[in-house]
């Protein structure tokens, strides 16, 4: 039998080979080297690098702002029940009404806020205490301490603000001036600062008669100083 030496050639080759693949033998017996194949993602460009900006962007973290801070109000609370005038006889004290009637002006001159803290503050006292007037009107004065300011309105003519406060504040300080015991300005709007419109007018009505015995303090939640 006579063989192709170029048929031959290639079938030699291909046993040399192992059965590889990677050559191609066509019809008239020439070889083709096939080239590599690639998979579409192979084929893919690389992704461009991020922008300066976009990775300012993502290094920086978010910044976190600031709760906002409730407003001070006053208006709103529930003073509890006054104490009660009278004390069992094991206690061994008795003094009348002096804290519940007293307590009954805080609840009808003070703002609602102030009036529970104020009240509070009486019902934590021993029934000793509650006999003691300075002791009770401490209450009221530590609560107006307390309370929310009001804002000052802008100075005007003889460097009194033009707020309602201020002005009924500057009328007491210039009533109280001829005996020399008259209180600043800004310390008796802060304690009238808690009180509501019946006892601002109580408080004012007070200075007019007692800026000696009582002052400031002493006319703090009164209702009709005597």
Same mark, same amino acid.
Do not use: W
């Given at each position: 039998?006579?063989?192709?030496?170029?048929?031959?050639?290639?079938? +030699?080759?291909?046993?040399?080979?192992?059965? #590889?693949?990677?050559?191609?033998?066509?019809?008239?017996?020439?070889?083709?080297?096939?080239?590599?194949?690639?998979?579409?993602?192979?084929?893919?460009?690389?992704?461009?690098?991020? *922008?300066?900006?976009?990775?300012?962007?993502?290094?920086?973290?978010?910044? %976190?702002?600031?709760?906002?801070?409730?407003?001070?109000?006053? !208006?709103?609370?529930? =003073? #509890?029940?006054?104490? !009660?005038?009278?004390?069992?006889?094991?206690?061994?004290? *008795?003094?009348?009404?002096? =804290?519940?009637?007293?307590?009954?002006?805080?609840?009808?001159?003070?703002? =609602?806020?102030?009036?529970?803290?104020?009240?509070?503050?009486?019902?934590?006292?021993?029934?000793?205490?509650?006999?003691?007037?300075?002791?009770?009107? +401490?209450?009221?004065?530590?609560?107006?301490?307390?309370?929310?300011?009001?804002?000052?309105? *802008?100075?005007?003519?003889?460097?009194?603000? !033009?707020?309602?406060?201020? =002005? !009924?504040?500057?009328?007491?300080?210039?009533?109280?001036?001829?005996?020399? +015991?008259?209180?600043?300005?800004?310390?008796?709007?802060?304690?009238?600062?808690?009180?509501?419109?019946?006892?601002?007018?109580?408080? %004012?009505?007070?200075?007019?008669?007692?800026?000696?015995? $009582?002052?400031?303090?002493?006319?703090?939640?009164?209702?009709?100083? $005597?």
């Amino acid at each position: 039998m006579v063989i192709d030496r170029t048929s031959f050639m290639a079938a +030699l080759g291909a046993l040399a080979l192992g059965g #590889a693949g990677g050559y191609l033998a066509s019809e008239s017996g020439a070889f083709h080297r096939a080239g590599p194949t690639f998979g579409a993602t192979e084929l893919q460009a690389p992704a461009p690098p991020a *922008s300066a900006a976009q990775a300012s962007t993502r290094a920086t973290p978010p910044v %976190a702002t600031a709760p906002e801070v409730p407003a001070c109000d006053d !208006s709103t609370g529930t =003073a #509890a029940d006054c104490p !009660s005038p009278g004390y069992s006889a094991d206690e061994g004290v *008795s003094c009348g009404i002096l =804290a519940t009637r007293r307590c009954q002006d805080f609840k009808r001159t003070m703002k =609602a806020r102030v009036a529970e803290h104020a009240v509070a503050c009486l019902n934590a006292l021993t029934p000793a205490q509650r006999c003691d007037g300075d002791r009770v009107n +401490l209450c009221a004065h530590l609560a107006l301490m307390n309370a929310c300011p009001e804002p000052e309105g *802008s100075p005007g003519a003889a460097a009194v603000s !033009s707020d309602e406060l201020t =002005a !009924s504040c500057a009328s007491m300080v210039q009533r109280c001036d001829a005996t020399g +015991l008259a209180p600043p300005v800004r310390e008796c709007r802060a304690t009238v600062a808690g009180l509501n419109a019946f006892g601002r007018d109580q408080m %004012a009505s007070c200075m007019k008669s007692h800026c000696v015995d $009582k002052g400031l303090i002493g006319c703090e939640a009164v209702v009709d100083a $005597k």
